[in-house]
């Protein structure tokens, strides 16, 4: 079916477009009473519906953000957009998601869509360490809030970077484990290839040293050498690595996990193996989803307030896009321990 355009409306209603086009906008004062109706009658026979984008570009009123994210198969990222849109409503603007498995090259298309369709201001939460992919639309006009991501050397200057201290929160974590007992502890992710990651992985590392054990011994998941970064298959990959650590001759006796989905899963793989989370193993996952608090055993994780990020993210996106702020700048805040009861003393501390 045909769609049919402004200009068929303003043949029928016998005005000239731009007529039509201040009727659309709400511009009635000076127009006469006749030909306004004449422009409804002629819309509602022809049943035209204006282009919500069109309309904004020729009125310079774009409300609207985009936001990517790797997956909303992981409820973290769910959970982000539910939050960035609360804020964002608030001040009259809509959220337009989009999932981009942390593909550069889907990413770029995808914000090529969006400058395309008018949005002018993105969220971008993939965390790769190079945004090279994206700079050319940062030099025609996009603005850019990376979340869930440090600053790196070579970033654009107008980069806005909002995210947690990764490091600090794995090594939480982790030592939440040591002064439990626990020496030999695994650490479960898939591919280390996005700056959140590679610092989750340090913080354990670090963990570790100041422990006095070498991090170079410590039970590492085959998976986090990969370059799939299983954001879609977080919890199928959890439950095969602890399945094929709990098989090996140096068992763990915790396990640090790059997320919660992830965590999740390596609880069930512990169950496939007989054994029970915290009595036989403990795990630690990161973030803090719903689940977490819901699962059985509740989950120990590492929170990140999410509220928080998300409205700063939009306030800082949204002050780009109005102009008020041009320089970029990072948001670092500390997330903290929330210790539930997967965790616990190795069994051969409590003498069972």
């Keep these: 079916m045909t769609k049919v355009t402004i200009h068929e409306v303003a043949r029928a209603a016998s005005v000239s477009p731009s007529t039509v086009s201040n009727l659309l ?97 993105v969220v971008l939460c993939s965390s790769l360490p190079s945004l090279d992919h994206v700079t050319p639309l940062l030099e025609r006009g996009l603005r850019l809030v990376a979340f869930d991501r440090m600053a790196q050397a070579g970033d654009p200057p107008s980069l806005v970077n909002v995210t947690v201290d990764n490091a600090v929160g794995a090594q939480l974590a982790t030592e939440h484990l040591l002064q439990l007992g626990h020496r030999r502890i695994a650490f479960i992710s898939g591919s280390l290839g996005s700056i959140n990651r590679k610092e989750r992985f340090r913080g354990f590392r670090a963990a570790l040293e100041q422990a006095g054990l ?35 001759r140096r068992k763990p006796t915790a396990i640090v996990a790059i997320n919660d989905m992830c965590a ?14 915290a ?26 307030p999410l509220p928080e990020m998300a409205a700063a993210a939009f306030d800082h996106l949204r002050a780009r896009i ?18 539930r009861e997967s965790t616990a003393p190795p069994r051969s501390k409590r003498g069972t």
């Design 214 to 248: 070498d991090p170079d011994a410590a039970l590492v998941s085959p998976d986090a050498a990969t370059t799939q970064f299983g954001d879609v298959e977080a919890a199928e990959l959890g439950r095969a690595a602890a399945t094929e650590l709990l098989r090996g």
């Design 322 to 339: 109005e102009g008020s702020a041009t320089a970029g700048q990072s948001l670092l805040l500390r997330p903290h321990l929330v210790v």
């Design 264 to 277: 999740l899963g390596v609880c069930r793989g512990i169950r496939d193996a007989g054994l029970e989370v």
């Design 279 to 304: 009595r036989d193993v403990s795990v630690v996952g990161f973030d803090d989803i719903l689940l977490a608090e819901l699962y059985a055993p509740p989950l120990t994780t590492v929170h990140q």
């Design 25 to 121: 906008n709400g511009r009635t004062q000076r127009m006469q009473p006749a030909t306004q109706a004449r422009i409804e009658t002629a819309i509602r026979k022809l049943g035209y519906h204006p282009s919500r984008v069109a309309r904004q570009l020729r009125t310079g009123q774009v409300r609207a953000i985009g936001l990517v994210v790797p997956s909303v198969g992981n409820p973290f990222w769910g959970a982000l957009a539910r939050h960035l849109e609360a804020a964002a409503l608030t001040e009259g603007y809509h959220v337009l998601l989009c999932n981009s498995e942390r593909d550069p090259e889907r990413e770029r298309s995808y914000l090529e869509e969006l400058w395309a369709d008018g949005i002018r201001g």
